[in-house]
C-alpha cells in the first residue's frame, strides 16, 4: 500500500478507536452511576414501605407470630432476603427461613430500619442484597462501611449486558469506521495517484499525458497546474522541433546552391567567372547571417549576450545608419526621413545592437515599401506609457512606411522565429524570417519594449523603446 494511504488509513483507526473507547468508556462510566443511584433509590423507597406494612401488620396483630408469610408476601425477588427482629433483638421472621430464632447480634446484622408506631418501638427491618445488608438510604454497608448499592443478580446481568452492547456496538462502529476510512482514502489518494502516473508518463517524454481532475479543491488545482505545464512542455517541444525544421530548411537553401554551382564549375558546365563567385559569396553571406543570427538568439535566450554599453548618442547613430540606406532607397524612388523631435539624452546601449535593430527594421521597410514610397524615423522622448508597459521615461523609436502593410492574423506572429507573411517571396529577398525576431530580443534585452501597428495598404510603423537611464 501507497505510504499516504497507509497514514491516512492509520489516522482514521486511531481517531475511531481513541474517539469510540473515551466515548464507551464515558458511558459506562455516568450510565453504570445512573443505574445504581436508580437503585439506591429504589431499595430506600422499598425499605421503607416494607417497614411500613409491618408496622401495619403489628398493629393488628400485636405481636410477630404470624409475621413470616406477610414478610415473604411482602418479598420483591429472590434476590432480597427480609428479616425482621423484634425489640429483644431475636429473628421472629426470615425470608430464607433459615435464621428464625437466631440473636442479630451473633448474625452481624446492625443498623436495621426501626418499624415504629408513633415513636414506639416495635422491632428492626433488615433487608439483604446478594449477602450486603441495605440501610435507610437504600445504601449498602458492610463491617459498618458504606459501599455501592448491592445489585441483585438480574440488575449485574442488566449492567454487564450493557456494556456488552456497549463493546459490541463500538466493534461495529469500528469496523464500518474502518471501511469509510478505505474508501474516503482510497478517494483522497486516486487522484494523487494519477498525478505519480502523469508525472512519470511525462517524465518518460509522453508530453500529451494530462490528467483528469474536475474537483474544485487543492487537488483539482494541482491536476489543472500540472495540465498546464504539460501544455506548456508539450509546446516548448512543439516549437523547438519546428526550429529546428526551420533551421535545417534555411541552411539547406543557400548550401544546395552552393554545391550545384561549385559542382557545374568543377564539370565545366559553368565557368569560374565573376557572376559564378558572386552568387557562392552571396549564399555564404546568407549562410554567415543566420548562422550568427541564430548564435544571437540563442545567447540571449540563455542569457549570455554581452552587451557593450555605452552612452551613445541615438540620434545620431540612426541618422547615420539611415544614410547607410540612401543609395537602396533612391533605386526604389523611396523617401528617407529622420525626425527628431526634441533633445534626446545619451541612452546605455550596444551600439552595435542598435545598429542592428535598425537596420533589420529599415530593411524590412525597405523590402515591402513599393516605388515612391516614404520611410520615416521618429525619435522622441516619452513618459512611461501604460498601454504598452514602457514602466519608465523612454526614448520612443519608430521607423513608419508607406509600403503594403500586414494583415491583422499576421501581426500577433511576426516577431516569432521563422515566421513569414509569404514565405516564397520572402526567401527569394534572402529574408528568413529572422529579423523582426531579433529585434525583439535586443530591445528586451535592453529593457526596451517593441510593437507595430499596421494596415494593409497603407503602411505600418515598429516601435521600439529604451528606458532613459537617470543619473
Ligand atoms: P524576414 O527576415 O523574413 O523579413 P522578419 O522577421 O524581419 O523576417 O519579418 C517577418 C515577416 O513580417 C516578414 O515575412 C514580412 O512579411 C513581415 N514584415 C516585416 N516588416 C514589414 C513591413 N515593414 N511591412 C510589411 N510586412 C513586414
Do not use: C
Request: aromatic share 6%.
Amino acid at each position: 500500500m501507497h505510504s499516504i494511504s497507509r497514514k491516512l488509513i492509520i489516522a482514521f483507526i486511531l481517531v475511531v478507536v481513541i474517539s469510540l473507547g473515551l466515548m464507551a468508556y464515558l458511558t459506562n462510566l455516568s450510565a453504570g452511576r445512573e443505574f445504581r443511584d436508580y437503585i439506591t433509590q429504589s431499595n430506600a423507597i422499598y425499605i421503607q414501605n416494607v417497614a411500613t406494612s409491618l408496622s401495619s401488620f403489628y398493629q393488628q396483630e400485636s405481636n410477630w407470630d404470624k409475621v413470616q408469610p406477610v414478610l415473604d408476601g411482602l418479598q420483591r425477588s429472590v434476590n432480597d432476603r427480609l428479616l425482621v427482629a423484634d425489640t429483644s433483638g431475636r429473628i421472629v421472621g426470615d425470608t430464607s427461613g433459615t435464621w428464625v430464632g437466631k440473636q442479630v447480634s451473633q448474625l452481624g446484622l446492625t443498623d436495621g430500619v426501626n418499624i415504629n408506631v408513633s415513636d414506639n418501638n416495635l422491632g428492626v427491618l433488615y433487608l439483604v442484597i446478594s449477602g450486603v445488608q441495605v440501610g435507610r438510604g437504600g445504601r449498602g454497608f458492610m463491617g459498618g462501611r458504606n459501599v455501592n448499592s448491592p445489585l441483585s443478580t438480574g440488575e449485574q446481568n442488566f449492567l454487564s449486558g450493557f456494556n456488552n452492547s456497549l463493546l459490541i456496538v463500538g466493534l461495529i462502529s469500528v469496523t464500518v469506521a474502518l471501511l469509510l476510512g478505505i474508501l474516503f482514502t482510497r478517494q483522497i489518494t486516486r487522484p494523487i495517484q494519477s498525478l505519480i502516473y502523469g508525472v512519470r508518463q511525462i517524465s518518460h517524454g509522453n508530453l500529451m499525458h494530462r490528467v483528469e481532475d474536475k474537483s474544485d479543491d487543492e487537488i483539482g488545482e494541482l491536476a489543472n497546474s500540472f495540465n498546464s505545464m504539460a501544455d506548456s512542455l508539450a509546446k516548448g517541444e512543439q516549437e523547438r522541433r519546428r526550429i529546428i525544421a526551420d533551421i535545417t530548411h534555411e541552411l539547406r537553401t543557400p548550401l544546395t546552391v552552393i554545391d550545384g554551382t561549385v559542382k557545374a564549375i568543377k564539370d565545366g558546365v559553368y565557368q569560374p567567372d565573376n557572376e559564378r563567385m558572386d552568387v557562392i559569396i552571396e549564399q555564404t553571406q546568407q549562410l554567415a547571417r543566420l548562422v550568427s543570427d541564430l548564435r544571437d538568439l540563442s545567447l540571449a535566450d540563455s542569457g549570455q549576450l554581452k552587451l557593450e554599453l555605452i552612452p551613445t548618442d541615438v540620434a545620431g547613430l540612426i541618422s547615420r545608419k539611415l544614410a547607410q540606406f540612401e543609395v537602396r532607397a533612391r533605386e526604389k524612388n523611396i523617401k528617407l526621413t529622420l525626425n527628431v523631435a526634441n533633445r534626446i539624452p545619451e541612452l546605455m546601449v550596444d551600439p552595435y545592437r542598435l545598429e542592428q535593430i535598425m537596420t533589420n527594421l529599415l530593411t524590412n521597410a525597405l523590402r515591402h515599401t513599393g516605388q515612391g514610397g516614404n520611410i520615416t524615423v521618429n525619435i522622441r522622448t516619452m513618459d512611461s506609457d501604460t498601454q504598452h508597459q514602457t514602466g519608465k521615461p523612454s526614448v520612443l523609436i519608430s521607423v513608419t512606411d508607406t509600403g503594403e502593410g500586414i494583415a491583422p492574423e499576421h501581426l500577433p506572429h511576426i516577431f516569432e522565429r521563422f515566421y513569414r507573411v509569404d514565405p516564397s517571396r520572402s526567401r527569394n529577398d534572402g529574408g528568413a524570417g529572422l529579423g523582426l525576431a531579433i529585434v525583439k530580443q535586443m530591445v528586451q534585452v535592453h529593457g526596451g519594449k517593441v510593437w507595430v501597428e499596421s494596415k494593409v495598404g497603407q503602411g505600418s510603423t515598429f516601435f521600439v523603446t529604451f528606458p532613459i537611464n537617470e543619473g
